[in-house]
């Protein structure tokens, strides 16, 4: 993997905001904001992505998201498989009729399970056991439920599944795997871009804010990826981290007085976005 960044991004309006026009002008929202639930706002910016031409093999979020039939009735028109967590209570088809997710994986034999690993994290492969089941939906494409068994407390996580051609249990265990990037991508463009510490109340404002962070931090992830596809160094050296290569971009790049330009740092070292004068 060479890196990730945000490519969009949606704020969520509360239903007494958008009932409430002068409120919302006030705050220069326009005059046809109207509600959208949290997984309706991730469809727009998934269709938008798509709609504009760019190509995923695959889509994974939590469980907020994947109580909405719609969003997933989105993805399988567009071909595109997910792996989507879903709760221990959630029902899904078999062709025995409908089951409680936890109720299946308590039918699932011994021999069944595999240990495979959903990708590295800070102290090493994370090895999970892991099981799968096969669905009965009507909709095209094949459907299974995924489940994850933590070797060391026993916890049970669950995840519907989808995809057009069906898929080996290493590909679904690495997507479910990857929703940790969109935790890190979130922290990362926090603890480095600055992106909750905007002090805004206007929409344009905030829109403006978030952009520009998400700008400095994909500048980041850009820079780290081609240091690590384009090393030069010894083996022994730990490739850059986008914390590392912000520290040299202040130390090397950005030169006191007048910035000009888009990104520049705060007094804690962090990198963000605007222009600065520093005296």
């Given at each position: ?5 945000a490519v969009d991004r ?9 009932c409430d026009p002068d ?48 969003l997933r009735t989105a ?205």
């Amino acid at each position: 993997m060479g890196g990730h960044a945000a490519v969009d991004r949606e704020l969520y309006i509360p239903r007494s905001w958008t009932c409430d026009p002068d409120r919302c002008r006030a705050a220069g929202l326009g005059e046809d904001t109207v509600f959208a639930t949290k997984p309706g706002l991730a469809r727009t910016m998934i269709e938008r992505f798509l709609d504009a031409g760019h190509h995923v093999g695959w889509v994974t979020w939590d469980e907020v998201y994947s109580g909405n039939p719609r969003l997933r009735t989105a993805l399988e028109e567009r071909g595109i498989g997910y792996v989507l967590a879903v709760a221990c209570s959630a029902e899904v088809p078999t062709s025995a009729g409908k089951f409680r997710a936890d109720a299946l994986a308590r039918k699932v034999p011994k021999r069944a399970w595999q240990k495979l690993s959903a990708g590295r994290g800070a102290k090493g492969h994370r090895f999970y056991d892991w099981a799968v089941i096969d669905l009965a939906e009507a909709a095209p494409g094949r459907h299974q439920l995924l489940i994850r068994h933590n070797r060391s407390t026993g916890e049970l996580a669950y995840y519907r599944c989808h995809s057009i051609t069906p898929a080996y249990l290493a590909a679904l265990v690495k997507v479910a795997g990857s929703r940790w990037r969109v935790e890190e991508t979130f922290q990362t463009e926090k603890g480095l871009a600055g992106l909750d510490e905007h002090q805004v109340r206007r929409y344009p404002s905030w829109a403006r804010w978030v952009t520009l962070a998400m700008l400095a931090h994909a500048f980041l992830a850009v820079v780290r990826a081609d240091e690590h596809a384009h090393r030069t160094t010894s083996d022994d050296l730990i490739p850059l981290s986008c914390n590392e290569i912000c520290r040299l971009f202040i130390a090397l790049v950005v030169r006191p007085g007048y910035v000009e330009g888009a990104l520049w740092s705060d007094r804690y070292g962090r990198l963000s976005t605007g222009y600065v004068k520093v005296n």
